[in-house]
């Protein structure tokens, strides 16, 4: 049964970057799923922050629009983990921050890409920007 | 994107009742998915469109729609799904959430 398991600092300063990881046990990442990303701002819904799917040593990655400009989701398949690096941050970017694993989507092209239907979660870790 | 609106955001209830939420989209949507979250343990996937429920999820779980209306029924309410309920639609990028239903012990 695959688990995984979001690390990373609880306090980043306005303005810097935001990493977090996300250990994957049970399964390994680079076998037929995707990998993402999910927030949850303190008294709010859930947004979605963007996916990766590892096969053959490339990446498919998909990001959500509002923060594609800040935002990079990269994978370590030697450790089977996946990151999330969000740059610049600002208050707004305190949020429960969620690392799920996501059955693929077939594109136009018959590419498999970052699915949409987000099968098994993190129990999530706060992150708040604050100086 | 996609708006997914959500009602009631809360709602009281207890153990053995019939409870219904609903979830709106903003436009036609084909897949809709629906999620738990529990506090202090991971989100969970409950179910997919209309015939898709996870594994291990439990038949009290079950959907219905009407052109742009979703709705997640629990047939009987037990103690463990007292947490709050999200729906989520598959069909655009970026995917887009419901804000979320409350569902509290009455």
């Known amino acids: 049964q695959v688990q995984l398991q979001e690390s990373g600092p609880g306090l980043v300063k306005p303005s810097e970057t935001l990493s977090v990881t996300c250990g994957v046990s049970?399964?390994?990442?680079?076998?037929?799923?995707?990998w993402g990303w999910i927030r949850q701002p303190p008294g709010k819904g859930l947004e979605w922050i963007g996916g990766?799917?590892?096969?053959?040593?490339?990446?498919?990655?998909s990001y959500n629009p509002s923060l594609k400009s800040r935002v990079a989701i990269s994978v370590d398949t030697s450790m089977n983990q996946f990151f999330l690096r969000l740059t610049s941050v600002t208050a707004a970017d305190t949020a429960v921050y969620y690392c799920?694993?996501?059955?693929?989507?077939?594109?136009?092209?018959?590419?498999?890409?970052?699915?949409?239907?987000?099968?098994?979660w993190g129990r999530g870790i706060l992150v708040t920007v604050s100086s | 994107d996609i708006q997914m609106t959500q009602s009631p955001s809360s709602l009281s209830a207890s153990v053995g009742d019939r409870v219904t939420i609903t979830c709106r989209a903003s436009q036609t949507v084909i897949t809709l998915n629906w999620y738990r979250l529990r506090p202090g343990k991971a989100p969970e996937f409950l179910i997919s469109g209309a015939f898709t429920l996870r594994s291990g999820v439990a038949s009290r779980f079950s959907t219905s729609e009407s052109g742009t209306d979703f709705t997640l029924t629990l047939s009987s309410v037990q103690p463990e799904d007292f947490a709050t309920y999200f729906c989520q639609q598959t069909d655009t990028t970026p995917p887009t959430f419901g804000q979320g239903t409350r569902l509290e012990i009455k």
């Open positions: 799920v694993r996501a059955p693929l989507r077939v594109n136009d092209d018959g590419d498999g890409v970052p699915g949409f239907r987000f099968d098994d």
């Open positions: 049970g399964y390994l990442i680079s076998y037929g799923y995707s």
């Open positions: 990766i799917y590892h096969s053959g040593g490339s990446s498919s990655t």
